[in-house]
């Protein structure tokens, strides 16, 4: 019992390590800036690769933030917590997954003197978050600016403008092509709202071989399959699809069946059983008179027979996943038992169904499919690595596309909305009173850090080209920003390079909200596993009988 004004102990076990107070807050912001320094050169046009080796000596060469830090191991919690935001940034608006890690590790650093001289983190803190309310509130209504979605030209700059700085920038007219095709294939519009989804229905298949200049988007599906039987029709005009989700093959047993056979006649007739339910499950099927058959399960030998008699094409094991892109292209529905086949199930849209070969394996097209609502990318590349690197940036091309889609706003890009939101932070720190202005301005200031990245990276002279950034913003000009190419200053309106604005906006939030919780963090205590009353015991016994001996 503790009496008045006892101080009440905190009592640890010998299993638990404990580290309290500024030491904690100290690590956490040196592996936050550790994290932010590893991929700081990934930032902008002149971007430097990283090359990754796993334990299994496979190699990763990638500038994206997110597959750079997937494949490090940290030890330190903090570091953990950084490497998670760069995960959830991509899952959520695909792109900036760079920027948000350069931007957490920056705020963190900035933070560290305040706590050197005594502030209180709780202080810094709610300076931090007013200016995270501010940014969004000056983003949403003075510094966005609106795109028209229907103009097609502007759009496609966007998308060149964020692929830009990554491998494929080379080839940034492909990729912004491919990626627009991609979404205005897959976005269905229902009464008040508009749905992209695309992971389900957006497929990239990498085919090494050939030149990156001969990817393009098909509109329709493409599988890595073959026809059942050799003999089956490998190119079919205006196909009727069936798809299925059982197989086409005699029941077995579900559970332990035991089958009693009392005379020679029983197994004949029950290998006739066998046959006389394949023949009627085949019949169902030729009952709506399909060119084509996709089933997720098997086909037996005999099935096929009586597919190929009726003049049907089939293929097998295909997966569920697949299943659904066919059935958004033709028009089909996929049935789970054959003796529910109607007409209305049978896909129609398709063009043309093909098997083709390329290098060693087969590949079954399903193209040219009227209003399709699902699409697969086909990549061609010299090697597994290129073709690798080269998915990863389309992915960031299609969520780009997808948010812009979805919102419609713009914010001018090469670090110009960074420096515009500084210098408004700056002038609105003026007017806050007390302490917490200065944990304010920190923001402002550690937001400089993108506009400092991208000319650090193209080798420019930094402070001078930043101080020629900062006079030209006090001027009023707030969308010139760094040419990431050759480390000049350019109006971005007529450079034509632009962001979407969920993806600052996510940025900013995730950088600050993050760097709230690390500050947050006064205490670490790390508990091993305990040790169970018998083995200590035993352990115990054994120390004593050692003892014993040693006397």
Same mark, same amino acid.
């Given at each position: 019992m503790f009496g008045p004004g006892a101080t009440p102990i905190v009592v640890l076990s010998q299993n638990t390590k404990r580290e309290s107070g500024k030491k904690v807050q100290r690590e956490n912001i040196q592996a936050g800036k550790t994290i932010a320094?590893?991929?700081?050169?990934?930032?902008?046009?002149q971007a430097m690769l990283k090359m990754l080796m796993d334990p299994m000596g496979g190699i990763v060469m990638t500038n994206?933030?997110?597959?750079?830090?997937?494949?490090?191991?940290?030890?330190?919690?903090?570091?953990?917590?950084?490497?998670?935001?760069?995960?959830?940034?991509?899952?959520?608006?695909g792109?900036?997954?760079?920027?948000?890690?350069?931007?957490?590790?920056?705020? !963190?650093?900035?933070?560290?003197?305040?706590?050197?001289?005594? !502030?209180?983190?709780?202080?810094?803190?709610?300076?931090?978050?007013?200016?995270?309310?501010?940014?969004?509130?000056?983003?949403?209504?003075?510094?966005?600016?609106?795109?028209?979605?229907?103009?097609?030209?502007?759009?496609?700059?966007i998308i060149k403008s964020c692929v830009g700085t990554k491998f494929l920038g080379h080839w940034s007219d492909l990729a912004c092509q491919i990626a627009l095709e991609a979404v205005e294939t897959v976005v269905l519009n229902h009464n008040d709202h508009q749905e992209i989804d695309?992971?389900?229905? /957006?497929?990239?298949?990498? !085919?090494?071989?050939?030149?990156?200049?001969?990817?393009?988007?098909?509109?329709? /599906?493409?599988?890595?399959?073959?026809?059942?039987?050799?003999?089956?029709?490998?190119?079919?005009?205006?196909p009727?699809?069936?798809?299925?989700?059982?197989?086409?093959?005699?029941?077995?047993?579900?559970?332990?069946?035991? +089958?009693?056979?009392?005379?020679?006649?029983?197994?004949?007739?029950?290998?006739?059983?066998?046959?006389?339910? =394949?023949?009627?499950?085949?019949?169902?099927?030729?009952?709506? @008179?399909?060119? =084509? !058959?996709?089933?997720?399960?098997?086909?037996?030998? +005999?099935?096929?027979?009586? +597919?190929?008699?009726?003049?049907?094409?089939a293929v097998r094991r295909v997966r569920k996943s697949d299943n659904n892109r066919i059935a958004r292209a033709c028009h089909a529905t996929i049935v789970n038992r054959t003796e529910e086949l109607q007409e209305s199930h049978v896909g129609t849209g398709a063009g043309i169904f093909e098997v083709k070969k390329i290098g060693d394996d087969y590949f079954c097209f399903i193209v040219d499919c009227q209003d399709p609502k699902a699409c697969t990318i086909v990549l061609r590349g010299a090697s597994k690595d290129i073709l690798n690197e080269s998915e990863r940036n389309i992915q960031d091309a299609l969520h780009v596309a997808k948010n812009l889609v979805l919102e419609p706003k713009l914010v001018p890009g090469g670090g110009a909305i960074e420096m515009s939101i500084s210098r408004f932070l700056n002038e609105k720190a003026a007017v806050l009173a007390g302490i917490e202005q200065w944990p304010y301005k920190s923001v402002a200031r550690a937001l400089e850090i993108i506009p400092r990245t991208l000319a650090q990276n193209c080798g420019s002279n930094t402070v001078r080209v930043l101080t020629?950034?900062?006079? /030209?913003?006090?001027?009023?000009?707030?969308?010139?920003?760094?040419?990431?190419?050759?480390?000049?200053?350019?109006d971005m309106k007529k450079y034509g390079i632009w962001e979407p604005l969920t993806v600052k906006l996510q940025t900013y939030k995730t950088a600050i909200e993050t760097a709230i919780l690390l500050l947050r963090i006064d205490d670490i205590v790390?508990?091993?596993? @305990?040790?169970?009353?018998?083995?200590?015991?035993?352990?115990?016994?054994?120390?004593?009988?050692?003892?014993?001996?040693?006397?």
């Open positions: 320094d590893i991929i700081r050169t990934c930032l902008g046009p994206d933030g997110n597959a750079i830090l997937r494949e490090i191991t940290v030890q330190h919690p903090a570091g953990k917590s950084m490497i998670e935001i760069a995960r959830t940034t991509d899952e959520e608006v792109d900036g997954t760079t920027s948000v890690i350069v931007l957490a590790g920056e705020m !963190l650093a900035n933070a560290e003197p305040f706590l050197e001289q005594g !502030l209180h983190p709780t202080i810094i803190i709610k300076g931090y978050k007013q200016a995270l309310e501010d940014i969004i509130v000056a983003l949403n209504e003075k510094l966005s600016v609106p795109l028209d979605v229907k103009n097609r030209i502007k759009f496609a700059e695309i992971k389900r229905y /957006v497929k990239i298949e990498k !085919l090494p071989g050939g030149a990156i200049e001969d990817s393009s988007v098909l509109k329709g /599906v493409m599988l890595n399959k073959d026809v059942t039987h050799p003999k089956m029709k490998r190119f079919i005009k205006k009727r699809i069936v798809l299925l989700d059982c197989a086409l093959e005699y029941k077995k047993g579900e559970s332990q069946t035991n +089958l009693e056979l009392l005379k020679e006649t029983d197994f004949t007739r029950m290998l006739e059983l066998e046959e006389e339910y =394949v023949k009627k499950i085949c019949e169902d099927i030729i009952s709506v @008179k399909p060119d =084509v !058959l996709f089933t997720e399960k098997g086909i037996s030998d +005999l099935a096929q027979h009586y +597919l190929l008699k009726a003049g049907i094409s020629e950034l900062r006079a /030209v913003h006090a001027a009023g000009n707030t969308t010139w920003g760094i040419n990431g190419e050759f480390g000049d200053i350019v790390a508990g091993s596993k @305990k040790i169970s009353p018998e083995r200590e015991n035993s352990t115990l016994k054994h120390n004593l009988t050692e003892e014993s001996i040693k006397e």
